[in-house]
């Protein structure tokens, strides 16, 4: 939160990067309300949009369009960086630009600043909670990118795991948010496995004695999830940020 907080007065643009496939569950409200407060533009980028349909990305613009101005991007398929780089010159109040790029652990931010930048300069990894520092990084002569670690506000572990915020294997208890996955999986008829167990057992994840290691199924459901891998509707999970 200390970084968070030296990178926002810092900067004097904000880029707070959502994860498309849930972007009001990803929405950092306190970054907002920072934003309105101060005057500084933000900028919210839909990131991921490779992993939900076009038609759901507008819907998503739109809506979000309403609070901020909003772009979708992919940094996976390199889409939407040139309309990103136009929408930070045309809204920028401030030369030189100091552009604090935040949001949820694993939303894409690092990834993000390198494709804008067209190098690899930031690392990038699947475990959220990668980046740890800020780092300044020159995307054009007046134009800095600020990258920070993930932001988390007080949310429980169930709800971060199931949004990609947490990192499975850190979780003392990740068989709760997996079988809230998976329930809701099966019901949609998108997952065969009616359990943990049996997802285990399927998978031969085994502890010794031959006992179904629920832990590792939980790890590994959750981890497909996170990567957009398992499934392509997202609604269900409304219920549980409601919870
Ligand atoms: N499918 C898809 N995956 C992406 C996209 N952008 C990033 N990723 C993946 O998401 C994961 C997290 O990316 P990072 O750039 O490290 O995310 P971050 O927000 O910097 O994460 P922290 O540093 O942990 O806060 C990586 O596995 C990326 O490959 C995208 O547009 N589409
Ligand atoms: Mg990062």
């Known amino acids: 939160m200390k ?3 030296e990178v926002l007065s810092r900067s004097n643009l904000i880029l707070e990067v959502v994860d498309a496939r849930f972007p009001d ?4 409200k306190m970054v907002e309300r920072y934003a309105e407060r101060t005057g500084k533009p933000l900028i919210i980028v839909l990131n991921k949009a490779d992993l939900i349909p076009k038609e759901y990305a507008e819907s998503w613009k739109k809506i979000l369009s309403k609070d901020f101005p909003t772009v979708f991007v992919s940094t996976k398929e390199r889409w939407g960086t040139r309309i990103l780089r136009n ?3 045309e809204r920028r109040t401030h030369k030189p ?13 690092s990834s993000l600043i390198n494709v804008l930048v067209g190098r690899h ?9 990668f980046t740890r520092g800020k780092q300044l990084v020159r995307l054009s002569r007046d134009v800095f990118l600020i990258d920070t670690p993930g932001v988390v506000e007080n949310r429980d ?33 998108e997952l ?16 010794r004695g031959g006992i179904p290691d629920e832990r590792r199924a939980a790890i590994d459901l959750l981890r497909r999830f996170q990567r957009g891998e398992l499934s392509k509707t997202y609604d269900w999970l409304k219920n549980i940020s409601a919870q």
């Not at 569950?25 to 950092?28: E, G, H, P, S």
């Open 97 to 109: 630009t100091y552009v604090g790029v935040v949001g949820y652990p694993n939303v894409g931010k």
């Open 157 to 189: 572990e169930t709800f971060l795991l199931l949004v990609g915020g947490k990192d499975p294997s850190s979780s003392k208890n990740p068989e709760l948010a997996a079988h809230i996955l998976l329930t809701n999986l099966h019901a949609m008829g």
């Open 25 to 28: 569950l990803t929405r950092v």
């Open 192 to 207: 065969p496995h009616k359990d943990l167990e049996e997802y285990a057992r399927e998978k031969g994840f085994f502890l």
């Open 87 to 89: 929408t930070i010159k």
């Open 3 to 5: 970084v968070l907080r």
């Open 121 to 129: 300069v930031s690392g990038v990894s699947p475990r959220p909670g």
